[in-house]
């Protein structure tokens, strides 16, 4: 198994604006149930993670990396996709999913095959 590659990696932050306690993963790889929910989620993301994960409020994705963020338990939620250099300031205030718990860290960009490419291809402007 090859290891991580240069510039792969996303800093996640138990704290909005980057704040607490940094973690960071390495790529390229998956990480599921990596992020527990909180109190002001949705009931049904507390019981499904409860006592896993670690908080994440914030995070920054190095500059090669392509994560896909999604519902590690549940495939009805919408995957999204961050790119090399995004930067998340908070949670609540990216508008991201708030049941997001799993990470898949690429060393490229997503290509057809690709989970979750078709999102890709839309969420930057490509269909």
């Keep these: 198994m090859a290891g991580p590659t240069a510039g792969c990696y ?6 909005p604006d980057h704040g607490g306690v940094l973690r960071r993963l390495y790529g390229p790889a998956i990480y599921p149930a990596e992020r527990r929910a909180h109190d002001h989620e949705p009931v049904a993301s507390r019981k499904r993670s409860r006592g896993r994960g670690v908080t994440i409020e914030s ?9 896909l963020c999604f ?5 009805s939620h919408r995957p999204t996709w961050l790119v ?10 990216a508008r991201l999913n708030p049941a997001i718990d799993s990470f898949q860290l690429f060393d490229r960009p997503p290509t057809p095959g690709d989970p979750a490419y078709e999102i890709y291809r839309r969420q930057r402007g490509r269909g």
């Design 71 to 75: 519902v590690g338990s549940d495939d």
């Design 10 to 15: 996303i800093d996640l932050f138990e704290e």
């Design 84 to 93: 090399p250099n995004q930067i998340v300031r908070s949670f609540k205030s």
């Design 59 to 67: 995070i920054i994705v190095g500059p090669a990396a392509y994560v």
